[in-house]
């Protein structure tokens, strides 16, 4: 008889941990943050953000080592942990002590946010664990399962670099004569790019010099290997118009900790005689597990975890509806998401037996629990030892390029691939058409099942009950056999496929087709096989001509998808499967040498072999100022980059602190005729459930006053919240939400924006800017032109959820308020309303946050009041932070607009008139939209002189999320409908749409529509312009794509430049203030606190550096510790890329007087320190505190007269974007980018570049993968996370990426601090360019295709947007006709 175990032994970053009463449902990142280890962080939960990523070390007895991998935290089940050494960010090192791993992150401005950084440190940790001299693609693609949102990733990438065998700097050793060198390498100078002394060592800046700053004239490399200027502009660091760029990240380089892989921590030696069980008696033994739920309230109530394949089918043979637990990867998200209930789990990780590898003679069994790691090891070793017969283990190797992310190929298995029946695997399509066969085993015996036969319907399988999968058989491919897999999904990386397939085809020594099989995952409810097309090309010679065109014919008369299918896309997959046939029948033909396949066609038919990326940033040296200007980076970054950071629910729990979780609303618009709370009431753990009654104060909030906190009648959009649970845990309130039970009476709801304009559903205001007469000016014009434009909306993603901590301090209704919000004072004053108490008594309270984009500017101070309304009613502090779901579905997001157009214009393109009528989708409530909409109305013009202008926006009241805030405001959404007319325009008229913008720009003198004259000394675009078409050579790169285009049929390239120009100051008049507080303290440190929220975008910093250049101390002197509402009242919101500027001015304001102060003391005291000026200016009784203040002068609009100054200045770019097309499938890869961007005189140039980059890659996102879809039968959002809403990844960015500032050539005429500009959202438009580059693209594939109709391309540019738009012949086949485009679609755009 078995004697199972009943407890579990591991270790965490070294120490020993039993735990003898398992909490079966808690996964390894609930324990880990329970324990104190919060770096770890909750991103998503379903493994799709890496930001929980930990690194997992087992004992493989089979090699005789351990083995080191990354995992999901937020998926991996606390009871898999048995025997295993699990590794955390806090385990590399601490800020004070860092891992080099950590250190050059953080120097390197890899760190933004923060949130995200312990994901990526842990990837590349484990990386180089497994080897320590990884290639540059080795260290790019380690990332391919972590997402960021903030840095556009190639600071990231570069730091990371440092590490690689072929990087430009492999580390560095400083040694006592202050040179750095590469380790056991010949000295490779400062490594950077142009170093006029490479292979030659370079000192260290004078550290006495604060940042190594020194005259103009010095050189920050020794005398002796100066190139004395002689390099000039081309990277010497003495010339004025050096890179110094180059110059800082050496300066950073120099500092690094040399890595030493034979220094890192070894495996625990208990636990790896544990493993091997050679453990003495009295020690813990490694046993059979059977762990027992003791908690009441437990979904999972026993676990078994069977060490060998036969008590593993004792086990299920009891249990025969036990849910069988490898990776965790589905079942995980189906527990969290679905709220799937698995009583009974059997965890099978550890069953050897399932794990074996065996050749046999005509191809290899594969036990179905090996990982997708191991599997795609073992299936690389096959194609490199038996090259002849590997082409199935070819196509596997293809199907797992693209699967998932390494987090989750390190611990998924091939039997959840197949046992799921997904019918969108990426595996089962290829052992589908391989003809693979499966092995199932049950006590009484086993039984053998090709695989065509396994799969019985949608997520049903041929297993019988107490019968599990034990292998899978692979044969080997035969001579003149062929077979291949493709898959598209909405991004290439790290994404489930939208189709995916597999074909294989043998011919005879003739020609003749033997055997055929095309199997097609994404096409029905489960993976099959396309019978007609294998029938109709069995007996035929492959490489007829003739028969390409039957095989597509026969593909979509099998597969040819309803409008109304689930998943929606019904065309674009169907084109896909027919587009998939052509490309195996090119590749095949040229494989086998049949048919007359010109080579140029086969390259376009294969995958891109992918490049490894890299980055240059320019700017010149700041010669004027100490601190200010410098490329010093992010003040918190270690804390980042070592997990030290704490975010909101890092915070340790304030006493018998509670948990809030919400009710949302089941409908888009219905009235709530009943709560019934008495199930949710009764269940363990529950204090109180909250309605609208229980708001002692004001239930409405939001500026507009239009929106209720909790809902008294009616609901307004799926996820709203009705009422609100609190309990003792956050799993016990979660569960008694789900008991609440609400009945509604369902009303009609709106969903998308242009229903509402064809439905009247808008909001009463509006917005307009009329300048000339339109009429006249139409009627004037040599050619007009009527159209529509249209842009999606986009989810803002900060990796860190909405959340707060309510914290009532027992007297007076006093409460202290810990929230992720952009605006404190306003969290404070609707927390205070909604009370019922003085604003006095709320103090709010902001670290920092995990991110921001505008998304917690207004939408997260609901969720701090229902937190505050919690901890008002229970007496005690009540945390309420969202998954990410539900943040999804109840914050608002980026608005979509539409417009209808009417342009006039000369032949040759000059603009003469413009008729525009802007709708925006704003949700069911105002928020911000007004806001939104004047920016998007203002912004119209972007950077051209429109002629007579006739602009009106409104705003349209609809079902959604109230959308609100994000980085650019409107901005982004206004200029896209414009340069979208334009390309339109261009088409018209047969006119290059880059000569459209250049003969329209505004000139200095020019007016805009909004009556602001562009001023001389400030106005740059023209010139930046100039340049970038100047050093970008786009002459000669326009010609070569041409002639690319003109050679190629399947892939095209496309070119775009586009300008922006972004209005800084807010549109309110009286938030275009700001202020601070600053304590000097006796030691001589400095504490400031400002009005600004710290997001990632760099302010503190920035802060500290005014601080402590306008003081003259070193920047380590000034600490900030947090933004809250008792030092900073009446703050404005950290938003409209104003903070810099209204703070900063203030800080300057504050330290100048003080400074003042201090400055009889220090002519009189020369060599004394700063810390004991202060304290004998304490002792002298001299006030060492000061109050600042800043209001942007002049500013103010009236767009009722048209009247006033609307924007203190303009931040201005111009991005130039390369692309490369894919016609049969839609994807794309973005080739190069060039970006020139002027911030003024940058208050932290490094920090800026990190701003333009990160900006860059969230328009990028916008315009490309980021595609928001709901459900118009149900009005719930179907893109509710990582899974299937996609952000740009790591490898997505520009594979070159350059980004240079400009320098003013009047470098003080702003009248701002330190005549710098606001950063944060002008450059996102930029991102555009990708957009319109690939329109250049599709033009071109159009153009090959000879199509006829104009060209309509609307934002995002998806892959099915981009493949449909080329209307080849496969497009018109796929098309379904207007009659039959009957019943509701699946999903729609808003």
């Known amino acids: 008889m078995t004697v199972f175990g009943t407890g579990i032994l591991f270790y965490v970053n070294g120490t020993q941990v039993t735990i003898d009463d398992v909490d079966l449902d808690m996964t390894l990142l609930q324990y880990l943050r329970s324990t104190g280890l919060t770096g770890t962080k909750l991103g998503c939960g379903e493994g799709g953000c890496g930001a929980c990523t930990v690194m997992v070390s087992t004992y493989n007895v089979d090699l005789g080592r351990p083995t080191h991998a990354t995992a999901n935290a937020c998926l991996y089940p606390l009871y898999a942990m048995d025997g295993k050494h699990v590794v955390t960010v806090e385990g590399l090192g601490s800020a004070k002590h860092p891992h080099p791993v950590q250190q050059r992150i953080a120097l390197l401005h890899g760190s933004q946010c923060g949130f995200c950084t312990p994901g990526f440190v842990m990837s590349l940790y484990t990386l180089l664990r497994n080897n320590p001299k990884p290639t540059e693609l080795d260290i790019e693609e380690c990332f391919d399962g972590n997402l960021c949102r903030c840095t556009g990733y190639r600071p990231i990438l570069d730091a990371a670099k440092t590490f690689a065998s072929d990087a430009w700097k492999a580390g ?37 010099r604060v940042n190594g700053v020194s005259e103009a004239s010095e050189c920050a490399k020794t005398s002796e290997d100066c190139c004395k200027g002689a390099k000039g502009s081309e990277g010497c660091c003495k010339t004025k118009d050096a890179n110094w760029a180059n110059v800082e990240k050496s300066e950073a380089v120099a500092k690094f900790r040399a890595y030493d892989a034979t220094q890192e921590p070894i495996f625990p030696p208990f636990l790896a005689r544990y493993v091997r069980g050679e453990t003495e008696s009295a020690e813990a033994q490694r046993r059979e597990l059977h762990l027992r739920a003791t908690q009441d309230d437990a979904q999972c109530t026993q676990v078994f975890r069977p060490l060998t394949l036969d008590s593993l089918l004792e086990i299920v043979t009891e249990h025969p509806t036990a849910k069988l637990v490898a990776g965790n990867s589905e079942v995980g998200v189906e527990i969290k998401f679905k709220r ?121 399988t041929a297993l019988a009950p107490g019968e599990i999968l034990h292998k899978v058989f692979v044969p080997h491919s035969r001579p003149r056999e062929i077979v291949r897999a493709f898959k598209q999904a909405k991004r290439k990386d790290d994404d489930i496929a939208i189709v995916t397939c597999a074909m294989r085809v043998r011919v005879d020594d003739a020609g003749r087709v033997e ?49 109304t299918v689930p998943g929606g896309m019904a065309e674009y997959r169907t084109a896909l499967a027919c587009s998939f046939v052509r490309k195996f029948w090119t590749l095949s033909c040229a494989a086998l040498g049949s048919g007359d396949i010109e080579p140029q066609i086969v390259s376009e038919m294969e995958e891109d072999e992918r490049t490894v990326s890299h980055g240059q940033q320019a700017y010149e040296r700041v010669s004027d100022r100490a601190i200010v200007g410098h490329g010093v980076a992010h003040v918190s970054a270690l804390q980042q980059t070592t997990g030290e950071a704490r975010y909101i629910d890092d915070m340790p729990a304030v006493g018998a602190e509670l948990h809030m979780a919400l009710v949302p609303s089941a409908h888009p618009h219905a009235h709530v005729l009943k709560v019934d709370t008495a199930e949710a009431l009764a269940m363990a753990g529950v204090k109180c459930v909250l309605t609208h009654e229980d708001v002692p104060g004001s239930n409405i909030w939001n500026i507009f006053h239009d929106e209720e906190l909790l809902p008294s009648r009616t609901v307004h959009h799926v996820g709203q919240p009705v009422a609100l649970v609190v309990a003792a845990t956050q799993r016990q309130a979660q569960a008694a939400a789900q008991r609440v039970h609400i009945t509604y009476e369902v009303l009609p709801a709106v969903l998308t924006v242009r229903d509402a304009v064809a439905q009247g559903a808008l909001f009463a205001e509006e917005r307009k800017l009329v300048r000339g007469d339109v009429d006249a000016a139409l009627a004037a014009s040599d050619v007009t032109l009527s159209g529509t434009s249209y842009c999606g909306a986009q989810e803002h993603f900060y990796l860190e959820t909405m959340g707060a901590v309510a914290v009532p301090k027992g007297e007076n209704g006093e409460m202290d308020l810990y929230a992720s919000t952009q605006n404190p004072t306003e969290a404070q004053m609707v927390c205070a309303e909604a009370l019922g108490v003085p604003a006095a008594r709320i103090v709010c309270h902001v670290k920092r946050m995990g991110g921001g984009f505008g998304g917690k500017e207004s939408r997260a101070v609901l969720v701090s009041t229902l937190a505050a309304l919690g901890a008002q009613h229970t007496g005690q502090a009540v945390r309420l932070v969202l998954d990410r779901d539900v943040d999804m579905q109840m914050s608002g997001q980026r608005h979509p607009f539409y417009a209808t157009w009417t342009v006039g214009a000369t032949r040759t393109g000059e603009l003469r008139a413009l008729r525009m009528r802007l709708y925006s989708n704003g949700g069911f409530s105002h928020d911000l939209s007004m806001g939104v909409l004047e920016r998007a109305v203002s912004h119209v013009d972007n950077c051209y002189r429109l002629g007579a202008a006739d602009i009106v926006g409104r705003v349209c009241r609809t079902n959604t999320q109230s959308n609100t805030a994000f980085r650019s405001f409107g901005g982004c959404q206004g200029m896209i409908m414009t340069e979208s007319m334009l390309c339109e325009l261009a088409d018209h008229i047969n006119v290059p749409i880059e000569h459209i913008r250049r003969i329209n720009m505004y000139n200095a003198g020019d007016v805009t529509p909004f009556s602001q004259p562009l001023l001389a000394e400030d106005w740059n675009v023209p010139r930046m312009w100039d340049q970038l078409e100047r050093e970008a050579e786009v ?17 095209k390239r496309g070119l775009a430049m586009v300008p922006t120009k972004f209005g800084i100051s807010f549109g309110v008049k009286h938030l275009n203030q700001g202020m601070s507080l600053v304590h000097v303290y006796m030691d001589g440190s400095v504490l400031v606190a400002h009005g600004g929220t710290e997001m990632g975008q760099g302010l503190h910093t920035k802060m500290a550096q005014i601080a402590a250049e306008t003081l003259d101390v070193p920047l380590s002197t000034i600490f900030i510790s947090e933004t809250a509402t008792n030092t900073a009242a009446n703050t404005s919101p950290t938003a409209a890329s104003a903070s810099s500027d209204l703070n900063g001015y203030a800080v300057y304001n504050a330290c100048k007087v003080l400074a003042d102060r201090l400055r009889p003391y220090r002519e009189r005291m020369h060599d004394a320190s700063f810390a004991t000026i202060a304290k004998t200016a304490y002792l002298d009784r001299v006030k060492l505190s000061e109050a600042g203040h800043y209001a942007t002068p002049d500013i103010g609009f009236s767009w009722a007269e048209n009247s006033g100054l609307l924007y203190f200045y303009f931040t201005q770019g111009v991005a130039l974007a390369e692309v490369e097309l894919d016609v049969l499938t839609g994807s794309h890869t973005t080739r190069r980018v060039d970006i020139i961007m002027d911030v003024g005189r940058s208050l932290n140039k490094a920090i800026d570049i990190g701003q333009i980059e990160g900006a860059f890659a969230q328009g990028q996102g916008w315009c490309t993968t980021e595609e928001f879809l709901y459900s118009p039968a149900t009005g719930r959002l179907l893109t509710q996370g990582p899974g299937n809403y996609k952000i740009p990844s790591a490898l997505d960015i520009p594979r070159d990426l350059r980004v240079s500032l400009m320098e003013p050539e009047q470098p003080n005429a702003l009248k701002t601090i330190f005549s710098s500009k606001g950063i944060g959202e002008p450059p996102l438009f930029l991102g555009a360019s990708v957009f319109f580059a690939l329109r250049d693209a599709v033009m071109a594939a159009r153009k090959n295709n000879d199509a006829k109709s104009p060209l309509h391309m609307e934002c995002p540019a998806t892959a099915e947007v981009l493949r449909m738009a080329c209307e080849d012949d496969i497009v018109e086949l796929t098309r379904i006709p207007h009659e039959q485009r009957q019943g509701v679609p699946f999903a729609v755009r808003i």
């Open 515 to 563: 055997e055929a099989a095309y199997a097609f995952g994404g096409m029905a409810p489960t993976t099959v096989l396309a019978k007609s097309v294998g029938a109709a090309s069995v007996g035929t010679t492959w490489g007829d001509a003739a028969l390409l065109g039957q095989l597509v014919a026969a593909c979509h008369a099998e597969l040819q998808l309803p409008y």
């Open 172 to 208: 560095a050793n400083v040694g006592k004569d202050g040179i750095a060198r590469a380790p056991e390498t010949e000295s490779k100078g400062c490594g950077i790019e142009g170093c006029c002394q490479t292979k030659k060592p370079f000192s260290l800046p004078d550290p006495a």
């Open 340 to 460: 799937t209930q698995f009583a009974t789990q059997v965890y099978v990780g550890d069953v050897p037996e399932l794990r074996t590898v065996e050749r046999c003679a005509n191809g290899v069994e594969f036990g179905v629990n090996i990982t997708l790691a191991r599997f795609e090891h073992e299936l690389r070793a096959l194609s490199r030892e038996l090259p002849e017969q590997s082409q199935c283990y070819a196509a596997l190797l293809e199907a797992l390029r693209f699967f998932a992310g390494n987090q989750i190929r390190n611990v998924a298995t091939v039997a959840g691939n197949i046992a799921t029946a997904s019918p969108i695997s990426d595996l089962n399509p290829v052992f589908l058409a391989a003809g693979s066969v499966l092995t199932l085993v049950s006590a009484s015996g086993s039984r053998q099942v090709p695989i065509s036969e396994f799969f019985l319907g949608y997520r049903r």
């Open 1035 to 1051: 002459a000669v790169r326009r010609a070569e794509i041409d002639e690319f285009n003109r050679t190629t049929q399947f892939r």
